[in-house]
């Protein structure tokens, strides 16, 4: 019987399957392409930084949940970049105080750089900060705010490494890459030529893309050897690469059941017990796209009939795939959605209609594990303390 089908079996749906095996896999791939060290982007998915630890150099965590989460993890205070738009006092207090290995910081702002200066003074800790340049959104500081933070830095604790650069995900175009990489090497000419000052290292994150839908090409092999070729010529003498969907991707499977079956001059709806609450695939609207998927049990069945597949979560938008055609379903028979490790255990909308958040079973060394339980959110929609 094959591991799905145990799952199904043993914690029912919906369900998240993370499937370290894969995931390791997948890192070692990517390592191999692209040769540089890799950097996790955590928010892709909490639940498996621990089985790549080895494997990645750096975890990037954006905020004091990520950072709980890693820690508990027992995640290496020296594998970890302290990153984020929103660097609060008590949360860097906190970190700099109580996890003196932790070294590296990201700096997105002027008052960030002023705030992790002056912790680092008073706690007499050495920090080591990569400054994220911005291109244009709320993320990261000018090239000005570059010169000025250079400028200012007259503290040996505050140790500028170099740069990070991320410019968004799901990033198709080698020109659009090869242009960032020019951009850098630009700026850190200009960085050495204008205030003396070597840039060494570059965290970049070239949002590395995940082909999602059945009838898309994608030579991937290929397009890493680009990238690799690109980061090549950076002019540094650390890179990093900073990744969270390209890692995470493929070791997800979502596992939801046919709760009900209807035809009407529309057409025939399956109707399933998660919805899109739980299944973010970039680039998916209203289920126009055919994702990669199985159906248990597996049957050798020729016959085909169309359906479109709906979520339970009472809105119209819960498509998850328009015009699909498959074999006859029945209910009970359950989809295992693919390639759903990064983002849809994150980035979800979780609360709507107040349904069950869905049960997470990892899979590492070929073992099961529970990692988290179905939790009710009718409790976080729940208005509490009100008398009468
Ligand atoms: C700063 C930063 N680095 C890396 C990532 C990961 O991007 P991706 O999942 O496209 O690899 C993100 C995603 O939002 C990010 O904000």
Do not use: W
Request: glycine share 6%; charged share 25%; proline share 3%.
């Amino acid at each position: 019987m094959s591991k799905i089908n145990d799952i199904i079996k043993e914690y029912g749906t919906p369900t998240y399957v993370f499937d370290g095996d894969i995931l390791r896999k997948r890192v070692l791939y990517l390592q191999e392409k692209l040769k540089y060290d890799l950097v996790y982007a955590v928010k892709a998915n909490t639940f498996i930084p621990k089985i790549i630890e080895d494997l990645v150099a750096r975890y990037e965590i954006c905020s004091p949940g990520e950072f709980t989460i890693c820690s508990d993890l027992r995640i290496n205070q020296n594998q970890m970049v302290i990153s984020g738009v929103y660097k609060d006092y008590n949360s860097i207090f906190m970190m700099m105080h109580d996890y003196p290995n932790i070294l590296r910081y990201t700096i997105e702002s002027f008052n960030q750089y002023e705030l992790l200066k002056k912790l680092a003074l008073e706690l007499n800790r050495p920090i080591h900060l990569l400054l994220r340049v911005t291109n244009g959104n709320q993320f990261g500081i000018t090239e000005k705010e570059v010169f000025e933070i250079i400028k200012h830095n007259d503290s040996d604790l505050i140790i500028i490494d170099g740069l990070e650069y991320f410019t968004g995900t799901q990033k198709h175009s080698l020109t659009k890459i090869e242009k960032e990489i020019n951009y850098l090497n630009d700026l850190i000419k200009k960085i050495k030529t204008e205030a003396n000052f070597t840039i060494k290292e570059v965290e970049y994150g070239p949002g590395l893309p995940v082909f999602y839908y059945q009838d898309e090409e994608f030579l991937e092999d290929e397009f890493l050897n680009n990238i690799k070729n690109l980061l090549d010529t950076l002019n540094v003498s650390k890179v990093t690469i900073e990744i969270g969907r390209s890692i995470a991707a493929s070791c997800g499977s979502y596992l939801t059941k046919v709760v009900d079956l209807k035809t009407n001059k529309n057409g025939n709806f399956a109707i399933l017990d998660g919805g899109i609450n739980h299944l973010v695939y970039y680039g998916q609207t209203m289920g126009m796209k055919i994702p990669y998927y199985e159906i248990y049990p597996i049957k050798d069945t020729k016959e085909r009939l169309d359906y479109h597949l709906c979520g339970s979560l009472c809105t119209i938008n819960d498509f998850l795939v328009k015009n699909i055609e498959t074999r006859p379903l029945q209910l009970d028979d359950v989809f295992v959605f693919q390639k759903v490790g990064a983002y849809s255990v994150t980035e979800g909308i979780s609360l709507f209609l107040s349904r069950d958040l869905p049960k997470v079973v990892l899979i590492k060394n070929a073992k099961v594990y529970l990692v988290r339980d179905k939790i009710k959110t009718s409790e976080f929609n729940f208005p509490k303390n009100v008398k009468e």
